[in-house]
């Protein structure tokens, strides 16, 4: 089985930007798309976007369009989550999950906090 | 955008049978998957493709569909089975998760 380990979490500044990775135990990325998923404190799940590694293409939720960038290296089978201009607002629990028509799989999460 | 529409909140008795619905009309095109997450821990899949179980799930979980309303059956529910529930959804570009529904069991 897959798993996904993400790295650990961070306290930023607003203003500041932070980058999330998330580590495959095996090379899997170059078959699948990696999505990011982001939970705030006691709220729900919200969906970010989605790389795909084999050919570079995304897809941005178009509220976090302007700040993020999604990409994998597939010679680390490590995906990247990097979120610029945080604001108070970005303190939540980001998840990296790998998707296809039967499974989905999720990281541990990594919590960041925006505090000045 | 679309969205997808969940009861806040469910309760139910040990061993009753909980009904968590998720309603939305990209739900009619699209399938739905259902998500458990237990506070602190990362969201497990437990329904694919509106009522495919995967492997590990117990059977107590199943989903059914009807046109625009997709509903998570928890037969015989458990004290365990106590858990914020999320329906998803995905067109090619904008997949989305319902609000969650906090299931109670006591």
């Known amino acids: 089985q897959v798993q996904l380990v993400q790295s650990g979490g961070e306290v930023k500044k607003p203003g500041a930007s932070v980058k999330v990775s998330c580590k495959a135990s095996g090379n899997i990325f170059n078959n699948y798309g990696v999505t990011w998923v982001r939970q705030a404190p006691g709220k729900g799940l919200e969906w970010m976007g989605w790389t795909t590694a084999h050919n570079g293409n995304t897809n941005y939720a178009q509220k976090f369009q302007d700040r993020v960038t999604m990409t994998t290296d597939t010679s680390t089978t490590t995906a990247y989550m990097e979120l610029r201009s945080l604001r108070y607002d970005d303190t939540a629990v980001y998840f990296c999950?790998?998707?296809?028509?039967?499974?989905?799989?999720w990281g541990q999460g990594t919590r960041v906090t925006v505090s000045s | 955008s679309y969205e997808l529409t969940q009861p806040s909140s469910v309760s139910v008795s040990p061993g009753q049978t909980a009904r968590i619905t998720c309603s939305g009309d990209v739900l009619a095109k699209k399938y739905t998957r259902w998500f458990q997450q237990k506070p602190g821990q990362a969201p497990v899949l437990i329904i694919y493709k509106d009522s495919e179980r995967p492997s590990g799930i117990p059977d107590r979980f199943s989903g059914s569909s009807s046109g625009t309303t997709v509903t998570l059956t928890i037969s015989g529910a458990q004290v365990d089975d106590e858990a914020d529930y999320y329906c998803y959804s995905a067109t090619d570009n904008s997949p989305v998760f319902g609000g969650g529904t906090k299931l109670t069991v006591l």
């Open positions: 999950r790998l998707v296809s028509e039967t499974f989905d799989i």
